[in-house]
């Protein structure tokens, strides 16, 4: 019992700081992995992949509420990012994982420093039109999600990245379709992994609904602080997520 009250409060503070930022996987994988060091890895990522979908599924409800994304834009991307992670969950399975492995502090570090050394997300001024925007999303959205289903680190933070870089959108505007997306490539690798019998589905659930939990509170605060609260835990996570990716590339 004191195992699943541990986990569920992983899950809720997952929730909560996904919500506002990304990355919960950070607190609700190290948690399962502690709690359960010998069940099979693939089973425990299956479960922690449940849990955070429908915590951010949530979380994007809410922001769906606080903004008008183009839902023109928005269908486009939650297909692109769905077949995408299919693609990329089938793809893992025939080719290592290790080159991408050792590529991705790089790219999160040059993330880092394009987004600290800018203005980006504070202003939503959308560059583009209907059809342009929808191609331009959808593109972006199909490359991360085969990312999301391959491999994973960073891809809540690389959605909203893309959304804030390449359309023009501010963080607050980019948190709804960057949601939806990572929405989208989650449920592909559920299903994946759902297929496979790699899901504890009780305790799936019950760290589902404390992940919903936190992610309603966490996205209600971003909302109220808005855009510097969203960019400042945004370079936090992506700081967090190069010191993890380097020690588990290179062992430092």
Same mark, same amino acid.
């Given at each position: 019992m004191s195992d699943?009250?541990?986990?569920?409060?992983? *899950?809720?503070?997952?929730?909560? +700081?996904d919500s506002v930022m990304g990355g919960?996987?950070?607190i609700q994988i190290p948690a399962l992995f502690a709690v359960f060091p010998g069940l099979a890895p693939a089973a425990l990522l299956g479960t922690n992949k449940f849990a955070g979908c429908i915590g951010t599924l949530g979380a994007a409800a809410q922001y769906l509420r606080a903004t008008a994304p183009r839902w023109t834009t928005?269908?486009?991307?939650?297909?692109?990012?769905?077949?995408?992670?299919?693609?990329?969950? =089938?793809?893992?399975?025939? +080719?290592p994982a290790e080159p991408l492995r050792k590529a991705l502090p790089f790219v999160l570090l040059a993330l880092l420093l394009y987004t600290t050394f800018s203005d980006a997300g504070y202003a939503h001024l959308p560059r583009f039109g209907r059809?342009?925007?929808? *191609?331009?999303?959808?593109?972006?959205?199909?490359?991360?999600?085969? =990312?999301?289903?391959l491999f994973g680190p960073g891809a809540g933070a690389f959605y909203k990245l893309y959304f804030v870089r390449a359309l023009g959108f501010d963080f607050v505007n980019a948190a709804a379709p960057a949601k939806i997306a990572n929405v989208a490539s989650n449920l592909a690798a559920v299903l994946v992994f759902a297929a496979k019998g790699l899901l504890i589905w009780k305790l799936a659930m019950a760290m589902a609904a404390a992940n919903f939990l936190g992610g309603q509170l966490g996205s209600r605060i971003a909302l109220r602080y808005g855009n510097r609260l969203i960019r400042r835990a945004f370079l936090v996570l992506v700081g967090v997520l190069i010191v993890k990716s380097f020690r588990d590339a290179y062992g430092a």
């Open positions: 699943w009250l541990a986990l569920g409060a992983a *899950a809720f503070a997952a929730g909560l +700081v919960g996987g950070l928005v269908l486009p991307v939650i297909a692109a990012a769905f077949v995408a992670a299919l693609a990329g969950a =089938y793809a893992i399975t025939l +080719v059809r342009r925007e929808a *191609a331009v999303a959808a593109a972006g959205a199909a490359g991360i999600g085969f =990312y999301d289903g």
